[in-house]
């Protein structure tokens, strides 16, 4: 089955830096997903990209998925504290219509 | 649209006692699955529903879990009885069809001491 790879597992960053998030698939990737989490809440839908070399972006955050389809890196912009949080990707397990995930990147924005 | 609703948000019980969620898929969804949140890890799938069949439960322990999704609509997951290691996220989330778009809920959040 599918598994993906998140770098890194944590990070902090001032605030109004840039920063980037990667997503590592051992397949190749049919549909990828970025999420957001509160810690001990629900997911939050962010993007979602399917074709090789798309890039989406809504507000300060931008997505791209590779041209070979295995990886993907999410980019935060001059970040700011509403930022924080934890970022998951997840991806359409082949054929299975299921979702697997990375274990998380832990963001943590300081003033 | 209403989301995905799950009750209740959070749940404190002693090892060895039981505890169901529920979950409320957004109208039309025919897909429903329960994930299984330990912090500082990535969901895992627990069971997949498509209507009110099973599509996937390989990874659910049945010995102590069990789903059930009564008229292809609203469904709950129990668990009896819990043990330390349950302590988790429990996220709900539904997608129209075949795994196209999926949209979580607010998940229930368990701690079992």
């Known amino acids: 089955s599918q598994e993906l790879e998140q770098s890194p597992q944590s990070l902090i960053v001032q605030e109004g830096k840039n920063l980037t998030i990667n997503c590592t698939s051992s397949?190749?990737?049919?549909?990828l997903y970025w999420y957001k989490q509160k810690y001990g809440e629900g997911l939050i839908f962010l993007m979602m990209l399917q074709k090789g070399g798309e890039e989406k972006s809504h507000e300060k955050i931008t997505a791209k998925l590779d041209e070979k389809k295995q990886q993907s890196s999410l980019h935060i912009t001059a970040s700011q504290p509403s930022h924080a949080g934890i970022y998951l990707c997840?991806?359409?397990?082949?054929?299975?219509?299921?979702?697997?995930f990375g274990q998380g990147t832990r963001l943590t924005i300081n003033p | 649209e209403a989301g995905v609703a799950q009750s209740p948000r959070y749940k404190i019980i002693e090892k060895r006692q039981s505890v169901a969620f529920w979950c409320n898929p957004i109208s039309g969804h025919a897909t429903l699955y329960w994930y299984q949140q330990i912090l500082g890890q990535g969901p895992k799938l627990l069971i997949q529903f498509q209507n009110n069949g099973v599509v996937d439960d390989s990874q659910l322990p049945k010995d102590r879990f069990s789903a059930e999704r009564l008229k292809g609509v609203d469904s709950t997951l129990k668990i009896q009885p819990a043990k330390l290691e349950d302590s988790a996220v429990y996220l709900c989330?539904?997608?129209?069809?075949?795994?196209?778009?999926?949209?979580f809920g607010s998940g229930t959040r368990l701690t079992v001491v």
């Open positions: 997840g991806a359409d397990d082949g054929g299975a219509q299921k979702l697997v």
């Open positions: 989330a539904s997608s129209l069809s075949s795994g196209y778009g999926y949209t």
């Open positions: 397949k190749t990737l049919y549909g």
